[in-house]
């Protein structure tokens, strides 16, 4: 039988719980139809790239399928009118890949990262979180020192005369 990966979004209102649910349904219709689901991956809530009917949000799934081309468009059909699902998209591939997507992959290498050390001080502060004088720019230091220059000089030669 032909081989399809599918990749499903769903509302970010519903559980977890739920979207592997609807991963089952899937499942047990196609052991119905003598197919089975080769590969199954919950990429977790992710935000979107554009709202998709008024969510900024949605539970990412991939199912690796492997059914007749008619028990795929009937699963596509099912997902389209389930009102939890808001988008599916489904590619026939030649292989499944057993290892773990490279959305995977790269969720556990930002997780192994960890603490890159303190944040350098310098001038290229970000400013957000701290409260910075209106004294500490660097153009209003360089005229207060000119003008306690001026001061300094003005005070000397006074006491010079």
Known sequence: MPLYETVLIARNDVSQQQVEAIADGIATYLEAESGSVKKREYWGLRTLAYRIKKNRKGHYMLLGL???????KEIERQLSLNEDVLRVL???VDEIDDAPSVILSRKGDERERGFRGPKPAGRFESGRGTRRNFDDREEFRARNEREEQQ????????EAE
Do not use: C, E, F, V
Request: positive net charge; hydrophobic residues 45%.
């Open 66 to 72: 492997d059914g007749s081309s008619a028990a795929i």
């Open 90 to 92: 489904t590619l026939r």
């Open 151 to 158: 001061r300094a000089n003005a005070t000397a030669s006074a």
